[in-house]
């Protein structure tokens, strides 16, 4: 039986070829790996005594905070963190 290059269907003709691309090593889907992390996230962040809080902002609110935090390089989080607590020490 002749290799044909394009033929992918049999397999042991093929078991010393490298394949591109990182193997799988996660034997869960990706929605379930994302869902995973992210518990495992609010986990740790419970555990370092940090607590969730969400609001909306107006979109100009929003960009004026990405680019005040862009020059502060950090993150938008902590810069919301940061006028949070100097707005309550006055």
Do not use: C, H
């Not at 490298?18 to 379930?32: A, D, M, Q």
């Amino acid at each position: 039986m002749a290799k044909i290059a394009t033929d992918r269907t049999t397999i042991d003709l093929f078991a010393a070829e490298k394949r591109p691309g990182r193997p799988k090593t996660n034997p869960l889907p990706r929605e379930e790996q994302l869902k995973l992390n992210k518990r495992n996230q609010i986990k740790r962040d419970r555990n370092n005594g940090l607590k969730r809080i969400e609001f909306k902002v107006s979109g100009q609110l929003y960009a004026a905070l990405t680019r005040a935090a862009e020059q502060a390089n950090t993150t938008r989080g902590n810069l919301i963190e940061q006028l949070l607590e100097q707005a309550l020490s006055r």
